[in-house]
């Protein structure tokens, strides 16, 4: 408090501060009464600055912080595993005898030769386009009545099928043989010679000028005594 009050006073005389409050302060340091914290410090600053009293320094007592020891884990080594041989195993080879071998070259050579057979016939069949069909045999002989007579091999036709035509005359010399499409045009004729018997035949093709319709086909025969006809159906 003595001090304090030393210092207000020196404060006043030199005129440092504000004077109502160092008065008032001054006033409490005599009276004894309580002096706030702010009004000691501003006395203690006003002191330090220019009284040249040194700031008081508390002493703060030193603690030692201890210091913990790292702690090393322990390092466990892993075990190392043992390595495996691996065993080796050497397969031999089995021996092709000689004779298989003969036997699988005999066999390749035997296809080679199937196929270049396969290719020849296919080539030979695709020369003509023509399917030749079977002629059966006549089975109407001339009669009394009936002394000329035409027919063919089948009822119908397709596009270059081969029609076989015979029939019988009970004349001699020749006969005109004649195939007209449905609409009556001519497609196809012939003259043939008569046999001893009085038989004849021959072939035709179906196609052509005049073929370009399917439809019901007319064949006739004309020995200059009658004329004898038959129908057949053709397909384009």
């Not at 006033?27 to 410090?41: K, L, M």
């Not at 021959?202 to 020995?223: C, F, H, Q, R």
């Given at each position: 408090?003595d001090?304090?009050l030393d210092?207000?006073?020196?404060?006043?005389?030199?005129?440092?501060?504000?004077?109502?409050?160092?008065?008032?302060i001054?006033?409490?340091?005599?009276?004894?009464?309580?002096?706030s914290?702010?009004?000691?410090?501003?006395?203690?600053?006003?002191a330090?600055?220019?009284?040249?009293r040194?700031?008081?320094?508390?002493?703060?007592?030193?603690?030692?912080?201890?210091?913990e020891?790292?702690?090393?884990?322990?390092?466990?080594?892993?075990?190392?595993?043992?390595?495996q041989k691996?065993?080796?195993?050497?397969?031999?080879?089995?021996?092709?005898s000689?004779s298989s071998?003969?036997?699988?070259?005999?066999?390749?050579?035997?296809?080679?030769?199937?196929?270049?057979?396969?290719?020849?016939?296919?080539s030979?069949?695709?020369?003509?386009?023509?399917?030749?069909?079977?002629?059966?045999?006549i089975?109407n002989?001339?009669?009394?009545?009936e002394?000329?007579?035409i027919q063919t091999?089948?009822?119908?036709?397709n596009?270059?099928d081969?029609?076989?035509?015979?029939g019988?005359?009970?004349t001699?010399?020749?006969?005109?043989?004649?195939i007209?499409?449905q609409?009556?045009?001519?497609?196809?004729?012939?003259?043939?010679?008569l046999?001893?018997d009085g038989?004849?035949?021959t072939?035709?093709?179906?196609?052509?000028?005049?073929?370009?319709?399917?439809?019901?086909?007319?064949?006739k025969?004309?020995?200059?005594?009658?004329?004898?006809s038959?129908?057949?159906?053709?397909?384009?």
């Amino acid at each position: 408090m003595d001090s304090l009050l030393d210092d207000v006073k020196a404060l006043l005389e030199k005129d440092f501060g504000d004077d109502r409050i160092l008065k008032q302060i001054r006033r409490a340091c005599e009276n004894n009464e309580v002096i706030s914290n702010f009004e000691r410090n501003y006395v203690k600053k006003l002191a330090e600055k220019h009284l040249g009293r040194k700031p008081e320094t508390p002493n703060v007592e030193k603690t030692e912080i201890p210091v913990e020891k790292p702690v090393v884990p322990d390092v466990v080594i892993p075990e190392t595993p043992s390595i495996q041989k691996t065993q080796t195993i050497h397969k031999t080879q089995p021996k092709i005898s000689s004779s298989s071998s003969k036997n699988k070259l005999m066999i390749g050579i035997g296809v080679v030769a199937l196929v270049v057979i396969i290719a020849a016939a296919v080539s030979l069949g695709g020369i003509s386009n023509v399917t030749p069909k079977t002629v059966p045999p006549i089975v109407n002989t001339p009669t009394g009545t009936e002394s000329l007579m035409i027919q063919t091999d089948f009822s119908s036709y397709n596009n270059k099928d081969i029609i076989s035509i015979n029939g019988i005359s009970d004349t001699t010399g020749s006969v005109n043989l004649s195939i007209e499409n449905q609409k009556g045009e001519l497609v196809w004729t012939e003259q043939l010679s008569l046999k001893s018997d009085g038989r004849y035949s021959t072939l035709a093709i179906a196609g052509g000028p005049g073929w370009e319709s399917s439809g019901t086909y007319t064949i006739k025969v004309d020995n200059g005594a009658e004329t004898k006809s038959s129908t057949f159906s053709f397909t384009t």
